[in-house]
Each structure stands twice: as structure tokens, then as C-alpha cells.
């Protein structure tokens, strides 16, 4: 029979199959089915001795290596991949969990087990299907409760430490863990939103965003950490159905409407702290702009609070909407970004928050700052009537503050601001000298619009901008000889 190794042997080949793995062009031996599941077996997925699950000699060290090994051969083979499908390791290992995290404390290897659950079902679109019918979403919801330490009250709602005490700081182990559940619960709910929950499933995603909520809510021993497993709860927040959404608004009963908005107000400064880092806007600022702009149609409560949090009442009129350190003007200035989404998901939270309501919209942002979105939803002459299909808002009306209508018929309303009065740049000139610069004028636009440089747009019957194109190049030959006698006219008049 086998020869068993030498202490300690084990563990020097496991790490140094690990630092092996990581070369893409040295995998050939590892992605093997024997090699594979020998290295499951060896982290303690598979228990049966046959298929190269012998338990391993130097307990806890020997695991720990050999599920960072079997991670690196998954990361870096598609080969590998493929067989750990085939060979149906993910049931395993989600059996594993689901043991470790119903029976008792985690161990350090759990870490691990989940970073490979992860890869699984990031890199094979097929497992997270198969995760989920393995009652995965329960599975990563209790562990997550264990991470933070959840306990259920005498409400029998889940909540943070004991009764009347701040809980402790979640310590980094946990919260690391915690990472890579809520990576993995992204990935077999992302598509969630778009499909309607039977009552088991609304169930199973309800008490999930429960247990979101209190991630939002806890604090972290590691401050990086915080930030990063607030930023993965809010992209599963974002794939889950709306209508599960409603228990963020739970706990103890808040000023706003008898609803708690600790999580609100918590999703809030997590938006304004990614706001002011301005790095990665589309991937790290987009998902929680989205998350506030459905929740602010789906619960009026929510976009009553954010409303006067981000939207208060218009006091000084002599700043751009875009100028200033508020929060307003922030959002603002990301309307006119250079990326598209980004600009589009702030424009579309302002937008709600406004109750879509064009002249609302266009007094606390500016027609300029406004025409992208109002342009891209038809709207640009205004709402055309009530959206029968589109969420219901209350018919509350808008109050003015003494300030804003003192100066409200000053306010420029494609700056959004009171200007400055300016000389009248057609004063002292004649009635002919007003038309001559008027036809100058158009034959320089229309040169633009030939040469494309510039392409003149028109606002349908529906609202939305078309080209101009056909109605410009209509014109009869004798307007471009015109033209070109005027522009000749001007070369005199300059050389004179």
C-alpha cells in the first residue's frame, strides 16, 4: 500500500504546488482530473478516499494550502474550469459550507472555500444556476449572519449584539469573508431583479436584504473593509427585486412616515464618500445611484427623505447648480460627466427626486445641465402627461422659499442662476446692419452644418431631437450664392 509521508513533507509540496500555479504555462499537470480532485481532497472537499480525497496529514495548514492552490488552477485554466464542472466540485463544496457554517465556528480554511465558490460561479455562468438550486442563497445568507454575529431578538427580528449595547467592530477575518459571500451572492442574484419571485423565493430574498441592511449598519475593524463590503452589498441590493426592498425601511420606528432611515441615510453617505474619491465613477458610483433612484420610485418615504437631504428648498440663486460643495451640486456636475452612464444614472436620481417633473427638474439643475435626459425621454417641450405605466407620485406641490421668489423672474433658466445684467450687443446698430449680421450669421452655421462640423437638430412632434439634415439641404443653389456674395461683401468691408 501507499507509504504515508513524513510530517511536515505534505505541507512543503502543497506550498510548493501553490507558487507553482500561479504560471499559466506550468498548469499542464494540474488540471488533470486525478490532480484536481486529489487537491480537493487534500483541502477537504471530497472525503472519499477514491477519488483522491485522503484526509489531509497535517490537518489545517495542509487544507489551507491546497484549496489556494486548487483557486489558482481555476483562475488561471479555462481547462480547469471546465473539469471542475464536469466532476461536479461545487455541490461538494457547497455541502462543505453549508456543514461548517450550520455546525459550528469557521475554520481558516473557510476563507478560502469561499474565494473558490466565487471563482466558480464568476468564471462558469452554468454553476451559479446549479449554486442556487443548491439552496446557495440560504447558504451564503446564514453565513453572512455569522459573520456579523447576527442574533434574533424577542421580535424575532435579526439584530446586531446584545439589547441596548453598540455591537463590537466586525474583526478583519470576518469581514473578509464576508467579501466573498457577498461577491458570490452578486453573481447567482444579478438577474433576479429581472424576474418575478414566486412567494419562496420572495421569502428567501426578503430576510437576504434583511441581513444586508445590518451589513450597512455595523461597523468594521478594518475601514477599508467597511467601504468594501458596503460596496458589494450594494451591488446585491441592486440585483435583488425591488419589491423585496421594503425591509431597508425597517427597525425601530423613525421620524419619516413612522419608518426607519438609518439605512437610507447609511446608503447616502456611502454615495457622497464615492462622489468625493471620483475614482472608477461607472463601476464603484453607478450601482448605488441606481439602487436610491428605485427605491425612491418604489417607497415614497424614501424619496421624501432623500429629497430634502439632496434637494432642499432653493435659497441662494446667485450660484450655478453645478457650483458649490453640496450634495445637489455634486450631482449636478456629474449630469454633464464625460461617461455616459455616469452621467445618466445622476441625472435619472434627480430626475425622481424631482417626481419627474419637468419644470421641477429644470429649476434645481438648469435647463442646460437638464436638456441630455430631458432630451433622450421626449421631454424637452415638457411632459406630455402622466406615464399610466410609470410610477405614481403624490401631487404635493413644490414650496418656494422667500429668496427663490424674489428672484425667480431674474433666474436665467438655462443656467439655473441670476445673471449678471449684460450690454444689448445690437445696441446703436441700424435696422440693416441688424439683418446683414443675421444672414452672416445663418451662412455660418450653414457652412458648419456642411462641412459637418455641426450637425443642426429639430424637435419632433414627440419631443425628442432629430436631424435637420434633409430641411438644409433642401436649399436652392441662388441661397448658397448669396452666400458666397455676402461672404465677399464682408472680405471688403474688413479690407476697408
Known amino acids: 500500500g501507499k507509504q504515508p509521508l513524513r510530517p511536515g513533507v505534505l505541507s512543503a509540496c502543497l506550498r510548493t504546488l501553490r507558487i507553482l500555479s500561479r504560471d499559466r504555462q506550468a498548469l499542464g499537470p494540474l488540471v488533470t482530473d486525478g490532480a484536481l480532485l486529489t487537491l480537493a481532497g487534500h483541502g477537504g472537499i471530497c472525503s472519499d478516499r477514491s477519488e483522491g480525497g485522503d484526509p489531509p496529514e497535517d490537518g489545517e ?21 471546465d473539469r471542475a464542472s464536469a466532476l461536479r466540485l461545487l455541490p461538494r463544496l ?53 459573520c456579523l454575529a447576527v442574533r434574533r431578538g424577542e421580535d424575532h427580528e435579526e439584530e446586531l449584539g446584545e439589547p441596548g449595547r453598540t455591537p463590537p467592530p466586525v474583526p478583519r477575518e470576518a469581514s473578509e469573508r464576508a467579501i466573498e459571500i457577498l461577491k458570490t451572492l452578486f453573481n447567482i442574484t444579478y438577474s433576479s431583479r429581472r424576474q418575478q419571485p414566486d412567494e419562496e423565493d420572495a421569502a428567501l430574498y426578503r430576510h437576504l436584504a434583511d441581513i444586508l441592511r445590518l451589513c450597512l449598519l455595523q461597523s468594521y475593524e478594518d475601514e477599508d473593509h467597511s467601504e468594501e ?63 436610491l433612484t428605485e427605491s425612491c420610485r418604489g417607497h415614497r418615504e424614501t424619496r421624501h427623505y432623500l429629497r430634502h437631504q439632496i434637494l432642499p428648498p432653493l435659497r441662494d440663486v446667485a450660484l450655478r447648480p453645478e457650483q458649490g460643495p453640496t450634495l445637489r451640486g455634486r450631482l449636478v456636475r456629474l449630469m454633464t460627466h464625460m461617461d455616459t452612464e455616469v452621467k445618466h444614472c445622476a441625472a435619472e436620481l434627480l430626475f425622481v427626486l424631482c417626481k419627474e417633473n419637468v419644470n421641477r427638474f429644470v429649476k434645481y439643475t438648469g435647463y442646460g445641465n437638464a436638456a441630455g435626459l430631458l432630451a433622450a425621454r421626449g421631454l424637452l417641450g415638457g411632459r406630455p402627461g402622466a406615464d399610466p405605466g410609470g410610477p405614481q407620485y403624490s401631487s404635493d406641490s413644490d414650496s418656494d422659499t422667500e429668496e427663490y421668489r424674489a428672484a425667480k423672474s431674474r433666474i436665467n433658466p438655462v443656467t439655473g442662476r441670476v445673471e449678471a445684467e449684460q450690454p444689448d450687443p445690437m445696441r446703436g446698430m441700424t435696422e440693416a446692419e441688424k439683418e446683414r449680421e443675421a444672414r452672416h450669421l445663418i451662412g455660418l452655421f450653414n457652412r458648419l452644418s456642411r462641412e459637418q462640423i455641426i450637425q443642426p437638430m429639430g424637435m419632433m412632434t414627440d419631443g425628442r431631437l432629430a ?14 450664392e448669396e452666400e458666397e456674395e455676402e461672404e465677399g461683401e464682408d472680405e471688403e468691408y474688413i479690407d476697408q
Open 61 to 81: 495548514v495542509c487544507r489551507k494550502e491546497a484549496m489556494k492552490t486548487l483557486c489558482n488552477v481555476i483562475y488561471n485554466s479555462p481547462e480547469a474550469q
Open 94 to 146: 457547497s455541502q462543505r459550507l453549508k456543514l461548517e457554517i450550520h455546525t459550528g465556528e469557521p475554520t481558516i480554511v473557510q476563507f478560502y472555500e469561499l474565494r473558490l465558490l466565487f471563482l466558480l460561479t464568476a468564471l462558469r455562468p452554468e454553476l451559479r444556476k446549479q449554486l442556487q438550486q443548491e439552496q446557495g442563497v440560504a447558504t451564503l445568507t446564514a453565513g453572512l449572519k455569522q
Open 229 to 291: 463590503v458596503q460596496g458589494h452589498t450594494v451591488n446585491v441590493l441592486s440585483a435583488l427585486p425591488l419589491q423585496c426592498l421594503d425591509v431597508l425601511l425597517s427597525g425601530a420606528p423613525g421620524e419619516e412616515g413612522g419608518v426607519n432611515m438609518d439605512c437610507v441615510q447609511a446608503l447616502l453617505l456611502f454615495m457622497e464618500k464615492r462622489i468625493e474619491r471620483g475614482q472608477k465613477l461607472k463601476e464603484k458610483l453607478t450601482p448605488v445611484l441606481n439602487l
Open 467 to 480: 436631424p435637420m439634415c434633409g430641411q438644409i439641404r433642401s436649399g436652392t443653389v441662388e441661397e448658397e
